[in-house]
Nanobody, 123 residues
Protein backbone atom coordinates (compact mmCIF):
# COMPACT_ATOMS: atom_id res chain seq x y z
CA UNK A 1 0.00 0.00 0.00
CA UNK A 2 1.32 3.43 -0.95
CA UNK A 3 1.73 5.86 1.91
CA UNK A 4 1.56 9.61 1.29
CA UNK A 5 2.13 12.54 3.62
CA UNK A 6 1.12 16.04 2.58
CA UNK A 7 2.67 19.02 4.35
CA UNK A 8 3.35 22.72 3.97
CA UNK A 9 -0.11 24.16 4.43
CA UNK A 10 -0.92 27.04 6.72
CA UNK A 11 -2.47 30.46 7.08
CA UNK A 12 -1.29 33.16 4.67
CA UNK A 13 -2.51 36.55 3.57
CA UNK A 14 -3.83 37.13 0.08
CA UNK A 15 -0.96 37.62 -2.32
CA UNK A 16 1.33 35.39 -0.31
CA UNK A 17 2.97 32.08 -1.17
CA UNK A 18 3.13 28.55 0.15
CA UNK A 19 4.95 25.42 -0.98
CA UNK A 20 3.23 22.11 -0.43
CA UNK A 21 5.10 18.81 -0.34
CA UNK A 22 3.88 15.27 -0.73
CA UNK A 23 6.25 12.53 0.30
CA UNK A 24 5.21 9.13 -0.96
CA UNK A 25 6.38 5.55 -0.62
CA UNK A 26 6.44 2.95 -3.34
CA UNK A 27 8.86 1.83 -6.00
CA UNK A 28 6.74 3.02 -8.90
CA UNK A 29 6.66 6.71 -8.01
CA UNK A 30 8.80 7.86 -10.92
CA UNK A 31 6.43 6.22 -13.39
CA UNK A 32 3.21 7.49 -11.85
CA UNK A 33 1.33 10.61 -12.76
CA UNK A 34 0.78 12.62 -9.59
CA UNK A 35 -1.95 15.12 -8.93
CA UNK A 36 -2.66 17.83 -6.39
CA UNK A 37 -6.33 18.14 -5.55
CA UNK A 38 -8.24 20.43 -3.23
CA UNK A 39 -11.57 20.43 -1.50
CA UNK A 40 -13.16 23.56 -0.10
CA UNK A 41 -16.02 23.40 2.43
CA UNK A 42 -19.26 22.45 0.73
CA UNK A 43 -17.58 21.78 -2.60
CA UNK A 44 -16.42 18.72 -4.49
CA UNK A 45 -12.79 17.79 -4.64
CA UNK A 46 -11.16 19.19 -7.75
CA UNK A 47 -7.90 18.71 -9.60
CA UNK A 48 -5.50 21.61 -9.17
CA UNK A 49 -2.43 20.35 -11.06
CA UNK A 50 -1.00 17.17 -12.53
CA UNK A 51 2.48 16.05 -13.50
CA UNK A 52 3.01 12.86 -15.48
CA UNK A 53 5.89 10.45 -15.13
CA UNK A 54 7.40 12.11 -18.17
CA UNK A 55 7.14 15.56 -16.62
CA UNK A 56 4.20 16.96 -18.58
CA UNK A 57 2.02 19.26 -16.53
CA UNK A 58 -1.46 20.65 -16.66
CA UNK A 59 -3.35 23.02 -14.38
CA UNK A 60 -6.85 24.06 -13.51
CA UNK A 61 -7.71 27.34 -15.21
CA UNK A 62 -8.16 29.00 -11.82
CA UNK A 63 -4.50 28.47 -10.87
CA UNK A 64 -2.68 28.80 -14.19
CA UNK A 65 0.19 31.25 -13.96
CA UNK A 66 0.13 31.17 -10.13
CA UNK A 67 0.81 27.54 -9.17
CA UNK A 68 3.64 25.26 -10.28
CA UNK A 69 3.78 21.50 -9.80
CA UNK A 70 7.10 19.68 -9.80
CA UNK A 71 8.54 16.35 -8.71
CA UNK A 72 11.77 14.95 -7.34
CA UNK A 73 11.90 11.28 -8.22
CA UNK A 74 15.00 10.71 -6.11
CA UNK A 75 13.03 11.77 -3.06
CA UNK A 76 9.67 10.30 -4.12
CA UNK A 77 8.20 13.75 -3.54
CA UNK A 78 5.88 16.01 -5.48
CA UNK A 79 5.60 19.73 -4.78
CA UNK A 80 3.09 22.48 -5.39
CA UNK A 81 4.44 26.03 -5.34
CA UNK A 82 1.54 28.41 -4.83
CA UNK A 83 2.05 32.12 -5.47
CA UNK A 84 -0.33 35.09 -5.51
CA UNK A 85 -2.73 33.20 -3.29
CA UNK A 86 -6.35 34.25 -3.17
CA UNK A 87 -9.03 33.65 -0.52
CA UNK A 88 -10.77 31.30 -2.97
CA UNK A 89 -7.70 29.03 -2.82
CA UNK A 90 -8.66 28.15 0.74
CA UNK A 91 -9.16 24.39 0.93
CA UNK A 92 -7.69 21.12 2.12
CA UNK A 93 -5.06 20.08 -0.41
CA UNK A 94 -4.37 16.43 -1.20
CA UNK A 95 -1.92 14.65 -3.41
CA UNK A 96 -2.59 11.35 -5.08
CA UNK A 97 -1.16 9.04 -7.67
CA UNK A 98 -3.16 8.77 -10.86
CA UNK A 99 -3.72 6.10 -13.46
CA UNK A 100 -4.57 6.53 -17.11
CA UNK A 101 -8.04 5.27 -18.01
CA UNK A 102 -8.21 4.20 -21.66
CA UNK A 103 -12.00 4.13 -21.49
CA UNK A 104 -12.27 7.80 -20.56
CA UNK A 105 -9.01 8.93 -22.12
CA UNK A 106 -8.10 10.77 -18.93
CA UNK A 107 -6.08 10.34 -15.78
CA UNK A 108 -7.98 9.37 -12.65
CA UNK A 109 -6.85 9.38 -9.01
CA UNK A 110 -6.68 6.19 -7.00
CA UNK A 111 -9.36 5.93 -4.35
CA UNK A 112 -6.83 6.21 -1.56
CA UNK A 113 -6.74 9.66 -0.01
CA UNK A 114 -4.50 10.87 2.77
CA UNK A 115 -5.16 13.46 5.46
CA UNK A 116 -4.36 16.42 3.26
CA UNK A 117 -2.97 19.77 4.38
CA UNK A 118 -5.08 22.82 5.14
CA UNK A 119 -4.44 26.02 3.23
CA UNK A 120 -6.20 29.14 4.46
CA UNK A 121 -5.85 32.45 2.66
CA UNK A 122 -7.10 35.53 4.46
CA UNK A 123 -8.25 38.65 2.65
Amino acid sequence: QVHRVESGGGLVQAGGSLRLSCATSGSTFSRNAMGWYRQAPGKQRELVARITGGGSTNYADSVKGRFTISRDNARNTVYLQMNSLKPEDTAVYYCNAEFYSPLSGTYRPYNDWGQGTQVTVSS
